[in-house]
């Protein structure tokens, strides 16, 4: 279906109103959804051209999904935003800030490279000066150290399990994992090999590639599609992998679904392909996006599947908490009911249901940054709410969330900790010596 087409499916019927978290936020019409359907409608049409208003009100969005998962004609907001987003950044740009953020996701050894300055810039800084600083709506000083050292850096490509091997897995680790938050990783490699699978971790993978998509870079996003293609059918090819895992569903979403849109608008032309796409051919290419596509697993999915085998300390207490769920583990895994059977079912949790634990949190990639007022509502609202739980715990699988969220309680020494489900899974298992 045409692009023209999809805007002409909207009804303008307003079911896209109670889903979006900035219209429930805002309660401003022009920013809707469906208004949003309505200026690049008048963009296409010629009636208006790109203006920096025009990008704040396309841009006030989270790319959380929500629209399109509750539309009932079946138009793609998501998609059709995605879009509007790369026109726009082809017509006016983007602040300094967000283009030094393409510019070092676009290659790995830049990405290690900030990382590297980050480390040193948090050491050399006084404490005074972070605590007065922010990065959008969060203190500078409450974002998260980075991990001594990359995550993949520190671990063989190939880890094997005890006992006998099932099959093996590719990790998908992501950014956030390899340069941030490394007891995510430990916790997903070491469920893994309780569960007898051998996990690859491809030493070439790189950024997914979405955050370049979300501000309107495909070509960039394009060429780390390249990367991790390789990467990943390579290592499927070698040691016969039958799944890839990922610990956060917004990667999930780029190798399961986003890669074949690109792969598509690079085949029409739309976009030019990078130089790395240029060593694919056309039909092995089309078998490995879909192949990666069709095995992309999150692991929560997977480890509710495998719950049977997963053996729990008896002399352990459960763990009390309650869940933030990330837009792209609703909206495009689906795993809403999965989670919290898994939370109930496990006996490592003590669990106690946020009634908006559905309810975005503002992070929504770069979103914190570039939109810290209403960022910073929408992470309040959830904060207050959990609060008056009482519970020690914050679990969520987003790395993003977890920033936002940890970041949002700030100097509240009395909230929760905010960590990945699976790190309190791996710390309660059985692991055989």
Not at 29 to 54: C, M, N, T, Y
Not at 381 to 398: A, R
Request: some cysteine; overall charge positive; proline content about 7%.
């Amino acid at each position: 279906m045409s692009d023209k087409n999809q805007i002409q499916n909207c009804g303008k019927c307003g079911l896209c109103l109670s889903a979006c978290p900035v219209y429930k936020t805002l309660k401003e019409e022009h920013l809707s959804p469906r208004a949003k359907l309505q200026l690049i409608k008048k963009f296409e049409g010629r009636d208006i051209h790109v203006s920096p208003l025009l990008k704040e009100l396309v841009s006030k969005c989270l790319m959380c999904g929500s629209c399109t998962a509750a539309c009932p004609s079946g138009v793609d907001h998501y998609g059709q935003f995605m879009e509007m987003r790369r026109k726009m950044m082809d017509e006016v740009g983007e602040i300094p800030a967000i283009r030094s953020m393409i510019f070092m996701l676009a290659r790995e050894y830049r990405i290690q490279l900030g990382a590297k300055m980050a480390r040193i810039g948090r050491k050399i800084t006084p404490d005074q000066i972070a605590r007065s600083l922010k990065l959008g709506s969060i203190p500078v000083h409450s974002f998260p150290g980075l991990n001594p050292v990359p995550f993949r850096k520190g671990l063989p490509e190939k880890i094997e399990p005890r006992g006998k091997v099932r099959e093996s897995l590719i990790y998908f680790t992501g950014c956030a994992t390899n340069y941030l938050f490394e007891d995510t990783g430990r916790a997903v490699i070491g469920i893994l090999t309780h569960l007898g699978y051998r996990v690859i971790i491809p030493k070439t993978q790189t950024c997914c590639g979405i955050p370049l998509m979300f501000h309107g870079a495909p070509e960039e996003a394009a060429a780390n599609m390249a990367a991790n293609i390789k990467a990943i059918q390579g290592a499927m090819d070698i040691h016969n992998c039958t799944g890839v895992i990922v610990d956060c569903t917004t990667c999930g979403t780029a190798l399961r679904d986003e890669y074949l849109g690109l792969a598509r608008k690079i085949d029409s032309g739309e976009i030019p392909a990078p130089k790395a796409w240029k060593g694919f051919d056309p039909q092995t290419l089309g078998r490995s996006l879909n192949n990666i596509a069709s095995k992309t697993r999150d692991i929560l999915s997977f480890v509710h599947e495998h719950r049977v085998e997963c053996s729990f300390d008896p002399g352990f207490s459960p763990v009390r908490a309650t869940y933030h769920a990330p837009c792209h583990s609703r909206n495009s895994f689906k795993t809403g009911s999965i989670t919290d059977r898994l939370f109930r079912e496990f006996p490592c949790f003590d669990f106690v249901p946020a009634p908006d634990q559905d309810e975005c949190c503002g992070g929504g990639g770069t979103f914190f940054y570039e939109f810290p007022d209403i960022s910073r509502q929408m992470a309040e609202k959830k904060i207050n709410t959990v609060k008056s739980l009482e519970v020690p715990y914050w679990l969520t699988d987003c790395p993003v969330c977890r920033i936002n969220l940890a970041g949002s309680l700030g100097e509240n020494r009395d909230g929760p900790k905010v960590i990945h489900p699976v790190v309190p899974i791996y710390d309660q298992l059985i692991i055989e010596e």
